[in-house]
């Protein structure tokens, strides 16, 4: 009976990367649709404004030929995107992540500069960033919310809730403190704890399904506001005024064009958004904390055994994490100097959660992904000052539009902890 003679030295090839193919349908959408861009260029002229009117120096409005403005980005991000899909295709590796973003960047201002060519009106570039922090604000807050309770296993559906219960606790606390916005800003956190405390009292002490829980608290929070705006807020005077966070610009750096009306012309809950951000990564990737949170969301047997007290730390993440979210609340009333109304916050928390799928479950990555459902919303109210002519009903549609393909497209390929929405029992 003769040996099979196999050859040592014959060299296998190694599987792609996750998400190589991914990659290179995303990589060909964009150079494809960039060529289109170029190609259905109109005539006239764009117009995009980039200053404010408050900057150090101002740069005067730019009237482009819209063969120009939309043509040269569009080509830019084609190129960029052919040269990343072959670089793929040769080394069956990731193209470098600033190829992608280099590119969607340029086929975004290639998009801005053909939405106005030849229009009567104006891209306002430094009002159209503004406005994009500034629906994302909550989506930021509602996702790094949920960042914090899923990473330690807790699944967050309650995120909405938290958000609603913020809104209104925020406002009904400022009017009875004589409209001070910063008493309700200390109580909109307190709001979503209370939520929080209802999500983890269910899932970690009587093991209920978590997004069951969510669900419920979610409907709960909406009857109760609801019930309390209709026969409390409604029939009573000085409990549902209007009171509104100052913006508070920062000295010199407020000043510097483009960026600074943008980033440093802002409220004290913009403020704070950005000091969550940046401690939240620091704490969850480079601290003792942030690894026992990661090892309780993905193993919490094994942090069991080294002597961490998985649902204590399962607790306390998801207070703070619902705390996050009902800071959050606070934008939908005194962020915007609004009165509290039924379902004032109008499925932001489900859109958060979206973002924090799409971000893979880290802070950095949840607030790229809410800053796109912002501008989508941004750009969703900006089109008819643009000129651009479309029933009511369409920029409604958009931000909500944009999250479903979003979420179809990346998320179902993303992996949430391995522990997430299994309790833990001793």
């Not at 200053?51 to 403005?69: H, M």
């Not at 052919?82 to 040769?90: D, G, K, N, P, Y």
């Not at 958060?352 to 607030?367: H, M, S």
Request: charged content about 10%; some cysteine.
């Amino acid at each position: 009976m003769s040996a099979v003679q196999v050859d040592s030295h014959v060299e296998v090839a190694a599987p792609p990367p996750p998400g190589f193919v991914r990659s290179l349908v995303g990589y060909g959408v964009i150079a494809l649709v960039a060529v289109v861009l170029a190609l259905t260029a109109p005539s006239g002229i764009s117009k995009i404004q980039l200053t404010a009117g408050s900057e150090f120096f101002q740069i005067p409005q730019l009237d482009l030929p819209a063969a120009l403005a939309v043509g040269v980005p569009a080509i830019g991000a084609a190129v960029i995107a052919t040269v990343a899909l072959v670089t793929q295709l040769r080394s069956r590796s990731s193209a470098p992540r600033w190829m992608a973003i280099l590119a969607g960047t340029l086929l975004l201002l290639g998009f801005l500069a053909h939405l106005v060519a030849g229009k009567s009106g104006v891209l306002p570039l430094t009002g159209l960033l503004t406005s994009t922090l500034f629906l994302a604000t909550p989506l930021i807050f509602g996702a790094l919310g949920g960042v914090v309770c899923e990473r330690v296993g807790i699944v967050n559906i309650a995120i909405e809730g938290q958000l609603l219960a913020g809104a209104f606790a925020g406002v009904v606390v400022a009017s009875i403190a004589g409209q001070n916005p910063y008493v309700g800003l200390i109580t909109a956190p307190i709001a979503g704890v209370g939520v929080g405390a209802l999500l983890a009292w269910f899932s970690i002490r009587y093991r209920v399904d978590q997004v069951i829980t969510g669900v419920v608290l979610n409907v709960l929070v909406l009857g109760l506001t609801t019930f309390f705006f209709k026969g409390l807020l409604s029939e009573l005077e000085g409990l549902n005024d209007r009171s509104r966070l100052p913006v508070l610009p920062i000295p010199l750096l407020s000043e510097i064009p483009v960026i600074g009306p943008v980033l440093f012309r802002q409220t004290l809950l913009v403020y704070l958004l950005y000091v969550i951000v940046i401690l939240l990564h620091i704490y969850l990737f480079r601290s003792r904390w942030g690894l026992r949170v990661r090892s309780v969301g993905e193993h919490p047997k094994a942090a069991d055994t080294v002597g961490i007290d998985v649902n204590r730390t399962r607790w306390r993440n998801t207070l703070l994490g619902s705390g996050i979210a009902g800071l959050g609340g606070a934008f939908f009333t005194i962020g915007q100097g609004l009165a509290f109304g039924i379902d004032i916050t109008a499925g932001s928390g489900f859109i958060a959660l979206a973002a924090l799928i799409l971000g893979r479950w880290t802070p950095l990555g949840a607030v790229a992904a809410a800053l796109f459902f912002g501008f989508a919303n941004a750009l969703s109210q900006s089109l008819r000052s643009y000129g651009v002519s479309l029933d009511s009903n369409i920029p409604l549609m958009i931000p909500y539009i944009v999250t479903l393909f979003a979420v179809a497209g990346f998320g179902g390929k993303v992996r949430p902890p391995a522990a997430e929405g299994t309790p833990y029992v001793k």
